[in-house]
């Protein structure tokens, strides 16, 4: 199952309840994004009561993200 994320995107922490929004997109390698291993990664902003404020952005690599979304412990809603 291919996973596309983009901004605007919602992950939603089936475990905590705690909501994301998918803020940004950049590259953490430095030889571009058509690299074979280019590393991208996410910032996310979480809603919850019980996020300290210091700890609502977070980031995420890509492939952790996609990963956690794949095995059903964060539910992924598209921003269409």
Request: aromatic share 12%; no cysteine; proline share 5%.
């Amino acid at each position: 199952m291919e996973l596309t994320l983009a901004v605007g995107d919602i992950v939603i922490d089936k475990i905590s309840g705690e909501i994301g929004l998918l803020v940004e997109r950049y590259l953490l390698t430095n030889k571009g994004p058509d690299d074979p291993i280019a590393l991208w990664a996410w910032d996310v902003y979480w809603v919850g009561a019980k996020i300290i404020p210091e700890k609502r952005l977070t980031p995420w690599t890509e492939y952790g993200l996609t990963n956690i979304i794949k095995a059903g412990t964060f539910m992924h809603y598209r921003n269409i």
